[in-house]
């Protein structure tokens, strides 16, 4: 590295009320270099590239930037209801006197596409754009700005592992023709197979700066959580027996429908649904948990069957945000015995139940009284994960339980999934990491536009098939 | 901190109208200190005018206590004026018919006033479960309804022989509610308020039921997951809201007016909800805010009289108390959202 970079950071400091969120950190882009910044949740990442991008201002230090800076967020910004080339050009359209002059416009945006090799039709209209091109236009508007530096936050965070190929193949074109391009991520595999350097933030600070051609997987995961990872549950041998039948689903509707869909989850064993996100995955995951009306059959082996559930938005869905750790371990077990009595709530069996999950799940808080709001994302998602499994369901329906949370959070209530599989629970793991798939189901079915287009025993898993079939290309 | 919080919204609103109203005053022409003089001592001055007070209490309660109820459950019940109305009209009509031993007939005509009133949130509380209506619009639209029925009645089949006015006949006098203050107007009516008030306490701390309105309330789709039949709770609470708002008009005709006349309540239901407001939605708090809304109620005529402050004027304080305390809680539930 030679070159001088094209965008320096120097002893940068941003506090908010009550926490440090970036410690004097110092950060070099080159040009031409695919950076990644990497930590846990609350490490500092997100301030740190605001502040890169001037959306934030530092409480100390200097930003200085050789070009314009571009950043793409991880939830896109784009209006649904215009065209491709409308949202490309937002506020910056070409005009012919009051007007804009579309075919100027035009011209820019296949220029601009043409020239970083990425195909799209500029008159298309974003809201029926699938997820993986709705992010291209995204692309194209910071591209169109001809940045020296490019920063994207978590930009596969909902990509199918086609779409992230070719995501890369555009990042590593555009690298290669000078732009300095740093991607803060969480995707460890991504990183190492990607990017030239890697930083790594704890606590506001950078800890690590390694190159990824002589680092590991393992040597990054060590760095972000300071220490040894956490292992999961081992996997113990269970005698599967039939425990949740579905048969010929029919339920929901448009994009999301599910038609005709089968599936077996057996007790004593972990069949993960894979899939894009928008694929009928929360169709299925409402139908199963009661939430909706639906056609064909789902059922138990025996009637009272009890079903865990650890919905997908756990600050919407499975937390009432204001209220206690106490009072939130009761939701949904007000009617149980044990907790009711009578008809009123026993606040002695439920604090107890709270103290067993603070325990079970190390849950991190001052005290078992304090509003869930103020918790971390990690701690509330325990918080959730703990309740759905305190009462030894007979099936748990878990849709993505660790979105969202650090390395350490996802490896405890992971294992804490094991372990209820391994007592003999029927467990219907519905993730977006494929990964996350991988490391934890027996079975593993492929789901794509509302049906199970594949299905894998763990014993023969191909990555790569699977990655087709989420993509939706038949089995070829 | 949660000390803080419970005092910046009742405590502010306090200041806030102590501010406006000594405004009111000097632009009347009198100084403040006259006129809170004149407002205290037409309010707590004597034994009759604290039982006056302690009168005016005890009518705010009443519609407070079921509008808290309402609200903790999500839902902005502001037809308490007419529930209270209906259950009026339920005891004053039987009441004057009635033929029972005199404290089973005080317990029967209260029922009845829980059984208008409740009847009359039901309602509101079915279209909303049924229909999706939305409660505020069917609440107060069926305050009208409430106040023309009653009227038609009163002026017709219900009329009492010898009344007046737009009102039924007398209750016999055993149905009286007993006095608690003597030499005043004051009935044990206020202790039934307060009985409200703790029972309500102790359903929204430690009953399953509470804790069900609870969740409806604060986080609707967490609850409709955690298998809590929103709609179910929506009518249950309108008509248990509707039913305390009826208790009270029920004891203002058994324990002062001892008949039922459509003009026994000067907005018990519209001032209620500022009470139910500035008590936080907590039962306890609300007993307190009830006095003091009870001592401006009260006060407010002697007000009048001294200080030339016309009593009209605390009503519009009162209305903008209710903006301030209203537009609060909609802002922190909107910044509790984007927070999120």
């Known amino acids: 590295m030679i070159a001088r970079?094209?965008?320096?950071?120097?002893?940068?400091?941003?506090?908010?009320?009550?926490?440090?969120?970036?410690?004097?950190?110092?950060?070099?882009?080159?040009?031409?270099e695919i950076h990644a910044l990497v930590g846990e949740n609350g490490a500092g990442k997100s301030t740190l590239s605001a502040i890169a991008f001037g959306e934030t201002r530092a409480d100390a230090g200097s930003v200085e930037a050789s070009g314009t800076v571009g950043l793409v967020h991880q939830h896109f910004e784009l209006v649904g209801r215009l065209r491709v080339w409308e949202n490309v050009l937002l506020g910056r359209e070409p005009r012919r006197g009051w007007r804009i002059d579309e075919t100027a416009a035009h011209e820019r945006v296949r220029a601009v596409a043409e020239r970083n090799g990425l195909a799209i039709d500029p008159d298309a209209l974003v809201e029926g754009l699938p997820i993986g091109v709705q992010q291209r236009v995204e692309l194209l508007r910071?591209?169109?700005?001809?940045?020296?530096?490019?920063?994207?936050?978590?930009?596969?965070?909902?990509?199918?592992?086609?779409?992230?190929?070719?995501?890369?193949?555009?990042?590593?074109?555009?690298?290669?023709?000078?732009?300095?391009?740093?991607?803060?991520?969480?995707?460890?595999?991504?990183?190492?197979?990607?990017?030239?350097?890697?930083?790594?933030?704890?606590?506001?600070?950078?800890?690590?700066?390694?190159?990824?051609?002589?680092?590991?997987?393992?040597?990054?995961?060590?760095?972000?959580?300071?220490?040894?990872?956490?292992?999961?549950?081992?996997?113990?041998?269970?005698?599967?027996?039939?425990?949740?039948?579905?048969?010929?689903?029919?339920?929901?509707?448009?994009?999301?429908?599910?038609?005709?869909?089968?599936?077996?989850?057996?007790?004593?064993?972990?069949?993960?649904?894979?899939g894009v996100e928008g694929n009928g995955q929360s169709t299925l995951a409402d139908a199963v948990a009661g939430m909706i009306g639906y056609d064909g059959r789902i059922a138990f082996a025996h009637p009272r069957a009890t079903l865990g559930v650890i919905p997908q938005d756990r600050q919407r869905e499975a937390l009432v945000m204001p209220w206690s750790i106490v009072e939130n371990v009761v939701l949904g077990r007000q009617d149980r015995p044990g907790i009711r009595r009578g008809v009123v709530i026993d606040r002695a069996h439920a604090l107890a139940d709270a103290q067993r999950i603070k325990e079970r799940f190390d849950?991190?808080?001052p005290s078992l009284d304090v509003p869930v709001r103020t918790l971390s994302g990690g701690n509330q998602q325990?918080?959730?994960?703990?309740?759905?499994?305190?009462?030894?369901?007979?099936?748990?329906?878990?849709?993505?339980?660790?979105?969202?949370?650090?390395?350490?959070?996802?490896?405890?209530?992971?294992?804490?999934?094991?372990?209820?599989?391994?007592?003999?629970?029927?467990?219907?793991?519905?993730?977006?990491?494929?990964?996350?798939?991988?490391?934890?189901?027996?079975?593993?079915?492929?789901?794509?536009?509302?049906?199970?287009?594949?299905?894998?025993?763990?014993?023969?898993?191909?990555?790569?098939?699977?990655?087709?079939?989420?993509?939706?290309?038949?089995?070829? | 901190m949660k000390l803080r919080r419970t005092?910046?919204?009742?405590?502010?609103?306090?200041?806030?109208?102590?501010?406006?109203?000594?405004?009111?005053?000097?632009?009347?022409?009198?100084?403040?200190?006259?006129?809170?003089?004149?407002?205290?001592?037409?309010?707590?001055?004597?034994?009759?005018?604290?039982?006056?007070?302690?009168?005016?209490?005890?009518?705010?309660?009443?519609?407070?206590?079921?509008?808290?109820?309402?609200?903790?459950?999500g839902l902005f019940n502001i037809g308490a004026e007419g529930q209270l109305l209906i259950g009026a009209l339920f005891a004053g009509a039987v009441g004057a018919q009635l033929h029972l031993p005199g404290w089973l007939g005080m317990i029967?005509?209260?029922?009845?006033?829980?059984?208008?009133?409740?009847l009359w949130g039901a309602i509101a509380g079915w279209m909303k479960a049924r229909f999706n209506a939305n409660e505020i619009i069917a609440t107060l639209m069926l305050n009208f309804v409430a106040a023309y029925l009653s009227l038609a009645l009163v002026n017709g089949p219900l009329r009492g022989p010898l009344a007046t006015g737009a009102e039924t006949a007398w209750l016999d006098q055993r149905y009286w509610l007993p006095t608690l203050l003597p030499g005043s107007r004051l009935s044990i009516g206020i202790l039934v308020a307060l009985a409200f008030a703790l029972v309500l306490y102790w359903v929204f701390t430690r009953t399953v039921f509470g804790y069900k309105l609870r969740a409806a309330g604060d986080a609707p789709e967490a609850a409709?997951?955690?298998?809590?039949?929103?709609?179910?709770?929506?009518?249950?609470?309108?008509?248990?809201?509707?039913?305390?708002?009826?208790?009270?008009?029920?004891?203002?005709?058994?324990?002062?007016?001892?008949?039922?006349?459509?003009?026994?309540?000067?907005?018990?239901?519209?001032?209620?909800?500022?009470?139910?407001?500035?008590?936080?939605l907590q039962p306890l708090w609300i007993?307190?805010?009830?006095?003091?809304?009870?001592?401006?109620?009260?006060?407010?005529?002697?007000?009048?009289?001294s200080a030339q402050v016309p009593k009209d004027a605390i009503h519009v304080i009162e209305g903008l108390i209710i903006l301030v305390l209203a537009a609060r809680r909609y802002v922190a539930a909107r910044t509790e959202t984007a927070a999120v």
Not at chain 1, 7 to 29: H, Q
Not at chain 1, 229 to 258: K, N
Not at chain 2, 287 to 305: N, R, S, V
Request: hydrophobic share 50%; with cysteine.
């Open chain 1, 5 to 32: 970079p094209a965008l320096t950071l120097r002893g940068i400091r941003k506090s908010y009320p009550g926490v440090v969120a970036v410690d004097d950190v110092d950060l070099d882009l080159y040009p031409g």
């Open chain 1, 142 to 274: 910071e591209l169109d700005r001809e940045p020296s530096v490019l920063l994207l936050d978590e930009p596969t965070a909902a990509l199918a592992p086609a779409e992230i190929a070719a995501f890369f193949a555009t990042v590593q074109r555009l690298a290669q023709r000078g732009t300095a391009v740093m991607i803060v991520t969480h995707k460890l595999q991504e990183v190492i197979a990607y990017a030239t350097r890697v930083s790594v933030m704890r606590h506001g600070t950078i800890v690590a700066r390694m190159e990824t051609a002589t680092t590991s997987v393992d040597a990054i995961a060590r760095a972000m959580v300071g220490g040894d990872l956490p292992g999961v549950a081992a996997r113990e041998a269970t005698q599967p027996t039939p425990c949740l039948t579905i048969e010929a689903l029919c339920a929901g509707a448009g994009e999301t429908r599910i038609e005709g869909l089968h599936l077996e989850v057996r007790a004593g064993e972990i069949v993960g649904i894979a």
């Open chain 2, 7 to 73: 005092l910046a919204g009742p405590l502010g609103a306090i200041i806030l109208l102590v501010v406006l109203m000594s405004l009111a005053m000097i632009v009347a022409g009198t100084s403040p200190l006259d006129g809170f003089a004149a407002l205290f001592q037409g309010a707590l001055g004597g034994t009759s005018q604290i039982g006056e007070t302690l009168v005016a209490t005890s009518a705010l309660l009443f519609p407070a206590l079921g509008i808290a109820l309402a609200f903790r459950g």
């Open chain 2, 108 to 118: 029967v005509l209260l029922a009845l006033g829980a059984l208008g009133g409740g």
């Open chain 2, 224 to 280: 409709r997951r955690a298998g809590i039949d929103i709609g179910r709770i929506t009518w249950i609470s309108l008509a248990l809201s509707g039913a305390i708002a009826g208790v009270g008009g029920a004891t203002i005709v058994t324990g002062e007016l001892h008949r039922f006349n459509t003009q026994l309540s000067p907005g018990y239901g519209f001032i209620g909800i500022a009470v139910a407001l500035v008590g936080d």
């Open chain 1, 363 to 365: 849950v991190r808080t």
């Open chain 2, 287 to 305: 007993c307190l805010a009830a006095f003091g809304f009870g001592i401006l109620e009260a006060g407010g005529l002697a007000m009048q009289a």
């Open chain 1, 382 to 476: 325990k918080v959730v994960v703990g309740r759905a499994l305190i009462d030894s369901p007979d099936v748990v329906l878990a849709y993505n339980p660790t979105r969202g949370i650090d390395v350490g959070a996802a490896a405890l209530v992971q294992s804490r999934l094991m372990e209820a599989r391994n007592r003999g629970a029927a467990v219907l793991l519905i993730s977006f990491e494929l990964d996350e798939i991988l490391a934890l189901a027996d079975r593993i079915a492929v789901m794509y536009r509302g049906a199970i287009v594949g299905d894998f025993e763990r014993s023969n898993v191909d990555r790569a098939a699977i990655g087709r079939l989420m993509a939706g290309l038949s089995n070829a």
